[in-house]
Structure formats: structure tokens, C-alpha cells
């Protein structure tokens, strides 16, 4: 399908700080676009937000709302589509998607991240029936249960923290012979007797039925089977990046950006979890989003 209107603005990705990157570029009155798979990003996994400022407890779906009835008071172009490439022709950008192209003078990638997953069976099967990537989203929901962490990271470790709050017990499961966490980390979790630490274990499978039940795992090559309900992945994320090769990004895939959410190709701009910025949170997404924005009105006013 051919798209000849050139945009002043395209924007890719509808979390935090696409949303905020709208909402903005609606404001200073440019000549925008929006396309995202969905409204939210990762917001919608969060079963609870206490963090979100002017909201002392929200729940995803409801900040997501609260997004969508944001955006609704401005008028503008929103494609819900995936982005498959973004490429560049002469001085413009050009947007590829599986059933159309949208061409623009700026963009900006708000793509944000996803969690890298453990792909071993069953995960797939079991995600959100007990299978879980946020220890800080979703701990709440395993009170009194039994449960296991994969990762023995920082992430891994803070997500154990937590969970000895909350559930009966907790089994950490680490690929390697030792935690990566930091050394503070490691003992307040080894000071709790709801923890037992599993180093040198591969997750082979996770069990269920409707449910988690349990988990599989191997261990100097003998097999256990641990009966858990609730599974927190802890491995870490990835940037959704990768439709993007022409731009600067560091070893983790993240793209580069400096304080005003400028990348090394002059009108690009990034925002939120997909960039380089430290702390991956709402509101710093959204915060980015702002300064993208900004920064690509006042590109365009050069």
C-alpha cells in the first residue's frame, strides 16, 4: 500500500513513553503519527503500581485507561500495527510495517523492552498461570505459596527480598556455580530459613495442568522436581531494537541517547526502556517521552 503524506512525526511504540512523546507532540501541534502493537507496553503486566506518581495504588489495566482517555482528547493519526523496520531514505524516515510504509521527517523509538525468556517447555504454556517475569508486579498474587526464582542476579536476588514477605517458601535456581548478585544481596537472602539456594541447576521444564504445579530441574546431572506454584523468571530483559541497525546502541542492544533523547542519526530520537537511560520505570519512561518530544519539535523548528 502506498502512503505518500510525509509526516513531521512518527512515533513507534505505545508505552509510557510514547504515550507521554503523544501527548506532547499533540500539545505543540505537530503533523504526527503514532504506531504501536498496543496501548500500555509492559504497564499491562503489572497487577499493581504503587510507584506511578499521583496514584498511591493503581493497577495496570487502570493506568492503561487512564493512558487511553489521556490520548483521546487529542486527534491524530494511531495505526495499531508492528513495525518491522525502520529505514532511511535521503532525509527522511521511512516506517515498514507487514501491510503498509509511513514516510516522516523525525521519529521517535519508544519501543521498550521484553523479558528474555528461559525457553524451556512449558513456559510458554504457563505465562500468567503462575509463570511470571515481575517479582514486583505480581509477588502479591503467591502469598503463602510455594515458589521458585530463576536468576541469581541482582533482579533474581531482589525479587527473593521480596518474596520472603509474602510466600512460604522460595527456591532460587542459578545456571552457574555462583550468584551474580551483590554480596549484601546474597546474605539477606541466605539469612532466611524460606530460602534454599540452588547453584550449578539448570530449570529443565515447567509442570502444570491449568496451573503452575511444579518444576523440573537438574542439578550435576541428577533430576528433582520441585512442587511450586508460582515460577518468577529473573533473567533479565531485552530491547525491542532490533528494527532499527543503523543507529548507535551498546553491547546490551540498547540504543544510545544522551539527555535530550538524541541519537547519533540526526531527527532519530529514543525514549524509555529501549535506550540506554537507567532504572527501567513508568515514570521515567514516561519522563523520556516528554524530552523526546520536546527535542523533536524543536528539530523541526530549525
Known amino acids: ?34 504506531i504501536t502493537i498496543n496501548i500500555g507496553g509492559q504497564v499491562v503486566l503489572s497487577s499493581e503500581i504503587e510507584n506511578y506518581t499521583g496514584f498511591q495504588y493503581i493497577t495496570g489495566e487502570e493506568l492503561k485507561a487512564k493512558f487511553q482517555e489521556h490520548l483521546k482528547k487529542y486527534k491524530f493519526r494511531l495505526e495499531i500495527e508492528e513495525v518491522k523496520k525502520i529505514e532511511k531514505e535521503n532525509s527522511l524516515f521511512k516506517i515498514i510495517t507487514d501491510s503498509n510504509f509511513y514516510l516522516s521527517k523525525t521519529a521517535i523509538v519508544a519501543t521498550g523492552r521484553r523479558p528474555r525468556e528461559l525457553r524451556v517447555p ?18 502479591p498474587l503467591f502469598e503463602g505459596l510455594d515458589v521458585a526464582v530463576i ?22 535456581i542459578e545456571i552457574n556455580p555462583q550468584l551474580k548478585a551483590d554480596k549484601v544481596l546474597i546474605e539477606k537472602a541466605m539469612a532466611s530459613d524460606k530460602v534454599r539456594i540452588w547453584t550449578n541447576t539448570r530449570i529443565e521444564e515447567i509442570i502444570g495442568d491449568k496451573v503452575v504445579k511444579g518444576i523440573k ?21 531485552v530491547p525491542n531494537s532490533e528494527i532499527v541497525d543503523f543507529v548507535n546502541k551498546n553491547e ?4 544510545i541517547v544522551n539527555c535530550k533523547c538524541e541519537t547519533n542519526v ?37
Open 217 to 237: 530441574i537438574k542439578k550435576n546431572d541428577k533430576e528433582f522436581f520441585l512442587p511450586v506454584q508460582g515460577v518468577f523468571i529473573e533473567i533479565g530483559s
Open 151 to 172: 536468576g541469581g542476579g541482582n533482579s533474581g536476588l531482589e525479587a527473593v527480598l521480596q518474596l520472603i514477605k509474602i510466600a512460604k517458601s522460595i527456591n532460587l
Open 266 to 302: 540526526p531527527g532519530l530520537f529514543a525514549a524509555g526502556d529501549v535506550t540506554n537511560v537507567p532504572e527501567k520505570q513508568i515514570v521515567v519512561a514516561a519522563g523520556e517521552g516528554c524530552k523526546a518530544a520536546l527535542s523533536a519539535f524543536k528539530y523541526l523548528n530549525k
Open 122 to 139: 512449558g513456559e510458554k504454556e504457563f505465562k500468567n498461570r503462575g509463570v511470571t517475569y515481575c517479582a514486583i508486579c505480581d509477588a
Open 1 to 34: 500500500m502506498k502512503n505518500n503524506h510525509i509526516y513531521d512525526l512518527i512515533i513507534i511504540g505505545g508505552g509510557p513513553a510514547g504515550i507521554t512523546a503523544a501527548i506532547y507532540s499533540a500539545r505543540n501541534k505537530i503533523d504526527f503519527m503514532m
Open 252 to 255: 546490551y542492544g540498547e540504543i
